[in-house]
């Protein structure tokens, strides 16, 4: 099997948090980033508000440029690494790319993994 290619990822502006929504078919009016509605209620990925801890919080990454939804291996290439690493992810994918959200606490950490795995992160 071809590996996946490297990545350029881009750092997201803000910090975020995740939450699930037991119930809801639509996001309160917060800066959402990602809804996924599911039989079990909405998961919202929305920007942490100033008054929430930074062990709550996690710092994204977005992939710099579409690539075919057929090329296989490009997330696996992401948290592969990560998983080798002992950090947890979150992930939504949209049509061009993966949003890739590490918890803030060990953003650094998570940043020099993907370095290391030959990614580019700028931003």
């Not at 959200?101 to 940043?111: G, I, K, T, W, Y």
């Amino acid at each position: 099997m071809t590996p996946a290619p490297a990545q350029r990822l881009r750092v997201l502006p803000a910090e975020y948090v995740i939450e699930h929504v037991p119930g809801e078919l639509h996001p309160a009016a917060d800066a959402w980033l990602c809804l996924v509605r599911a039989p079990e209620g909405l998961t919202v990925v929305r920007a942490a508000r100033s008054d929430e801890p930074i062990e709550d919080r996690w710092a994204g990454l977005y992939g710099d440029g579409a690539h075919a939804l057929d090329l296989p291996g490009m997330l696996a290439a992401l948290i592969g690494p990560l998983a080798d690493a002992g950090l947890p992810v979150f992930v939504a994918s949209t049509y061009h790319a993966d949003v890739l959200l590490v918890p803030r606490p060990r953003r650094d950490e998570a940043f020099d993994v993907l370095r290391g795995a030959g990614h580019e992160i700028h931003g």
